[in-house]
């Protein structure tokens, strides 16, 4: 009984510091980041192909599959109330606030955030990291804050480019399939649609690129040196940052509702 | 070098496509503010009950918009709702006599108030109030008073 409370309690402190120690990390990476943005700035930009632009084709894919099924659902639900002229705003909210952001942090986070913690997570097993540090290299600025900063980058991007292709899917499922009007199916998103909406979505995509850059970038650091270990922290990476996700997503929606 | 270059060119890319969508949902999905004027004047109308009329909706003659709601406030003294809205300049022959009233667009849609015109020789001027107002037509009133009147027929 008494081990039982006692591998509790020792699981929980264990918890605790494992989260200090990650807020610790995020601080030195942010300390870092200005020197990097503005002295290093190559290191940042190969780093936005690799989580970005090499991300691309999946955003795309799924944004205009993501906007069809809303279309799809959309229509069928409203056409009981006759309403099929406002599946544009039905989609257009769905993608800009929620599936947008969240959706395109999910896939970033298999696409990129697992692609990211398992190279940083092979230099240290490679003794890569070790090697920089022996020769009075810094790995956090040279190795980690480009990555954060790649992935903080081109979250936004990428959610914005998911949003519009989502809305090109509605648009050709909704008017080319279903033959809702053109005119009403954007006329209806322009009058609907605020600037505070589309903020919202910034807004979500900013914070989730942070979150899962930072996730990514601190699981490879802290990956056990073996093969076995990196595969844990690419798991690791993606468990994380979806739960990290789907929290921060709720709490953004509570305060901005 | 090549190498680079071409990483290079495919972020070139990626942050412009990037940019492009977002200024294609700034400038395409919002832009719903049909109004916008250089100059404009503004006017008063008090309400018993303006309904669920909010800031920002469209003040509308012969249903264009000519203007917006910029604030709504209660007034504790006459008991009324007051709300403030300006009209574009260009619009600037409108009759003092016109009468505000708020409407629905659609049955559900979102409401504005919307104008009609009067047969005076003065107009709205700056600063003025609108004289004649009708209140929104409350969907749970009609109601009650189409149910309290079938009620009464029935009696006859």
Redesign the interface.
């Known amino acids: 009984m008494t081990s039982v409370v006692r591998d509790l309690f020792n699981t929980s402190v264990e918890f605790v510091r494992t989260f200090g120690a990650f807020q610790l990390f995020s601080l030195r990476v942010l300390r870092h980041s200005p020197e990097v943005l503005l002295g290093r700035f190559g290191l940042v930009v190969k780093q936005v192909f690799n989580t970005g632009a090499l991300s691309l084709v999946i955003i795309m894919v799924c944004g205009l599959f993501v906007g069809g099924v809303l279309g799809l659902q959309g229509y069928s639900n409203l056409a009981r109330f006759n309403a099929e002229d406002s599946i544009g705003v039905f989609a257009a909210f769905g993608l800009i606030k929620e599936l947008g952001p969240v959706i395109t942090a999910l896939l970033f986070a298999g696409r990129a955030g697992t692609a990211l913690a398992s190279e940083i997570g092979l230099m240290k097993a490679t003794d890569q990291l070790s090697a920089m540090e022996m020769m009075a290299v810094n790995p956090v600025p040279r190795v980690l804050v480009p990555r954060f900063l790649g992935g903080v980058i081109a979250m936004p991007l990428l959610v914005a480019v998911f949003s519009m292709i989502g809305l090109f899917g509605t648009h050709l499922v909704a008017v080319e399939l279903l033959s809702v009007d053109v005119g009403a199916f954007w006329q209806q998103i322009q009058i609907t649609v605020d600037m505070e909406d589309i903020n919202e979505g910034i807004i979500k995509s900013i914070v989730f690129g942070v979150a899962a850059s930072m996730i990514a970038v601190w699981e490879g650091y802290n990956a056990v040196p073996t093969a076995e270990g990196v595969g844990r922290a690419t798991t690791r990476t993606v468990v994380i940052t979806a739960i990290a996700v789907l929290v921060f997503d709720f709490m953004i929606t509570a305060v901005m509702i | 070098m090549q190498q680079t270059r071409s990483?290079?060119i495919?972020?070139g890319?990626?942050?412009l496509?990037?940019?492009g969508?977002?200024f294609?949902?700034?400038t395409?999905?919002?832009?719903?503010d049909d109004f916008s004027a250089d100059e404009i004047y503004t006017m008063e109308a008090r309400f018993e009950n303006i309904g669920s009329l909010r800031t920002r909706a469209p003040v509308a003659m012969s249903g264009v918009t000519i203007g917006r709601v910029t604030s709504i406030r209660f007034d504790p003294v006459t008991l009324e709702a007051v709300v403030q809205f300006v009209i574009d300049s260009q619009f600037d022959q409108i009759p003092d006599d016109s009468d505000a009233s708020i409407l629905t667009s659609g049955i559900l849609g979102s409401q504005y108030i919307g104008l009609r015109a009067g047969g005076s020789d003065t107009y709205f001027e700056d600063g003025g109030e609108v004289m004649f107002t009708q209140s929104a037509i409350l969907l749970e009133n009609l109601i009650g008073k189409f149910l309290v009147n079938s009620g009464s027929k029935d009696e006859d």
Do not use: M
């Open positions: 990483v290079e495919g972020t890319l990626f942050v496509l990037g940019v969508a977002l294609f949902l700034t395409q999905t919002t832009g719903g």
